[in-house]
């Protein structure tokens, strides 16, 4: 991830959809707006992979290598985060 962590880009997009999920706090609960931005992520990247193939036989046969590569995804990026989180915990809490 070292690539994205140069990219200024990627930062910017990604802190767009921090601010949003933030805004929803006030009216709904912090697991909520995580389950809603779970549901939004999984059903844009399906629409990614199924936008990728060329043909209904490639995404059938591509699936399974397409849910692997985003599980593996986001568990490095949950991992990185988790410990950047537990890195400043007791300077700031949780």
Known sequence: M???LRDKQFWDVTDSFIQLA???LNEVKPSRVSAC???AASR???F???AASESKEQLI???EAAI???LDQYEKMLRENLDEH???YDQHGS
């Open 44 to 46: 844009f990247n399906a």
């Open 86 to 88: 537990l890195a400043r």
């Open 37 to 39: 931005a779970l549901f």
């Open 48 to 50: 990614v992979i199924t």
């Open 22 to 24: 933030n805004t929803h």
């Open 2 to 4: 070292t690539d994205v």
């Open 61 to 63: 046969a591509e699936k």
């Open 68 to 70: 692997a590569y985003f």
